[in-house]
């Protein structure tokens, strides 16, 4: 939890004066309304472009490949990032 989170959390533990928790609460609901509704626009203004020639050959390639899959500790050791 950040620092600032803690200090908002223990002063409006310490208040007293229920509208004053109730602004608090109003206002933290219209402002994730507005995150989520920003979000929906930014979603919705992203176009999907179709697959390319490359990129359908490469699907068709691994879905009919017949090579199992590599586990994750192999692919760790491939790439040194075990530790080891």
């Known amino acids: ?14 208040e007293e004066d ?5 602004e608090v609460l109003d206002f933290y609901e219209y402002l994730k309304q507005k995150k989520q509704k920003q979000l929906k626009k930014e979603w919705a203004s992203i176009e999907e472009d ?5 990129e359908i ?4 390639e691994y879905k009919n490949s017949k090579e199992d899959l590599v586990p994750l500790e192999g692919l ?8 080891e």
């Open 57 to 60: 050959k490469i699907c068709k």
């Open 1 to 14: 939890m950040s620092p600032l989170s803690k200090e908002v959390i223990e002063k409006l533990i310490k």
């Open 18 to 22: 229920s509208q004053v928790l109730a």
């Open 76 to 83: 760790m050791k491939e790439l040194n990032l075990d530790g």
């Open 50 to 54: 179709e697959p390319d020639a490359e």
